[in-house]
C-alpha cells in the first residue's frame, strides 16, 4: 500500500527547515498533485542595480518549487538532488512578490523532470525554467 | 580604429562596483582574450546542509564569470543582459574556494553565447554552464 | 495598422513549401494565438533498433512546431532563426503518430522563446523542449 | 580486472552496424580517454534552403559522437540512453563536411554528462551541446 502523499502543512513545515533556501524567505502558496507553487517577497538583498530581481533568487526559488512538488508525489522520506536547471530570463521583476510554479512532467524511478515559471501575481512571466532531479 | 580591450585592473574595479554579485565576494583570478576566471571563496551563507555549496551560488558565480569575459571583448562601457542560463551540476563543493572559468564561443553583433566551468584549484569539475548574452 | 495574422491555411501551405524539414511528413493539426500542433507519421526512416522513434525527428517536429507558432504571430513575410534548442527525452513513442505542440512564452523584438511537446493523440508525452529564437 | 576499452577499430564496427544514424554516414575520425570525433560528410539530404547544414543533423551527430565517447570508458556490452540534449545553433555549415567532437565530463555510476561540439576542418564551430545519458 502506498503511503499517503504530504499536504500543504507538512510541506510547509519541510521548507521551514530547509536552510539551504533560507535566505530567501520562501512560502509556499498552494500543492496539488499537477503544480506546486512558492512565493519569494521582494527583499533589498535581492535587488540588482536598477531594483529588478537577481538572477539566482529566481533560480533558487524554482529549485525549492520543483523540490517540493516532488516531495509530493515520492514523499517526505525520501529524497532527490537536482541534477540540471536550465533558466531562460524572459521579463524584469522590480520590487515585487515573485511567485514560482512547478510541476512533474516525468516521475521516473531515477530520473525526475519538470519544468518551472516564475511569475506575478497576474501571470506575467518572469522565468522559465527546466529541472532534472535524480533520485537518491 | 578599435579601443584597446580591458585588462586585469580595470575588470577587477568593474567587479568590485557590480552590486548584483556583491553577497558572492567574487575575485578576478584572472582574463585573456581565452578565458576569465573568478574565484569565490567558501563562507557559511554558501552552505548547504551536509557543508556543500549551494546550487544558487555556482550559477551567480558562472553569470559573473560569463559576464567579465565578455566585457573584455565587448568593452567596459558595452553592456549585455543574460539571456539563458544551463547549469548542470556534476560534484559537490566543500567549504572550500570555488574557481569558475568562462569561455566566449560565439561573439555575435547581438548574440553572445559560451561555456563556464566551477572547479576546484586543481580541476576538478563541480558544476558545468551554457550562457546566452543579448547585447544592448 | 497590423496586418491580420495568418490562418491554418496559410501556414499549412508555408509548411507544405518548407524543404527544411519535407522528410518528416509533418502536417499541421491546429493553430491559434496560443499553441500550435503539427503531427508526424509514423515511416520506417524514423525508426530506431527496436521500433522507436528516433531523437532527430522529435527534435525536429519542435523546431518546426516552433516556427510555426512563431509565423503565426511576426507574420509569414518575416522571419525567424533557430538560436538553441534544449530537448529531454522522457518515453519512448512506439510505431506511432507523434504529435508535436508548440507554445511562444515570450514574444520579444529580437528574441523569441517558447516550449514544446512531443505527444501521443491522449497527450502521454515522449519529450520536452524549449526553443529560442532569434528574429532576422 | 577492468576489461580493456574498445579502440578505433572495434568503435568504427559499433558505428557501422548503429541503425539509429544510419542516415548520416557518420564516421570515426579519432578516440581517445578525452574525446571522441565523428565526421558527417555533406549530402544533400542534409540541405537546408540556402545550402546550409539542417538542425536535426548536427544533433544526430552530437548525439553519436556521444554515444561512443561514452563506449570507450564503458565497453562496447554496457550501454546508456540520452536523456537530455541542448544545443545553440552558432554558426551556419555550408555544403561541407562536418565533424563533431564529444568529451565526458562526468562518469557518474548512474549518469554521464559530457559536451560536443560540431565544427568544421580547422575548427570553426557550427553549433555546442551539452548531452546527458543514464547507463541502463
Not at 536552510?19 to 507553487?37: E, H, I, N
Not at 527583499?43 to 518549487?65: H, I, S, W
Not at 529524497?79 to 521579463?91: I, M, P, Q, R, S
Amino acid at each position: 500500500m502506498s503511503a499517503r502523499k504530504p499536504g500543504k502543512a507538512a510541506l510547509q513545515k519541510l521548507l521551514g527547515r530547509a536552510r539551504f533556501v533560507s535566505g530567501y524567505s520562501l512560502k509556499l502558496v498552494s500543492v496539488t498533485d499537477d503544480a506546486c507553487t512558492v512565493s519569494m517577497p521582494f527583499r533589498r538583498a535581492l535587488e540588482r542595480p536598477g531594483g529588478t530581481v537577481n538572477g539566482p533568487a529566481f533560480m533558487a526559488a524554482a529549485d525549492c518549487a520543483m523540490w517540493l512538488a516532488i516531495k509530493r508525489h515520492i514523499g517526505i522520506e525520501h529524497d532527490a538532488v537536482t541534477l540540471e536547471l536550465n533558466t531562460a530570463f524572459l521579463n524584469a521583476a522590480r520590487r515585487e512578490t515573485v511567485y514560482c510554479s512547478a510541476r512533474v512532467l516525468k516521475l521516473g524511478k531515477r530520473i525526475i523532470y519538470g519544468s518551472a515559471e516564475c511569475h506575478d501575481r497576474a501571470g506575467k512571466l518572469f522565468t522559465h525554467h527546466t529541472v532534472t532531479y535524480a533520485r537518491i
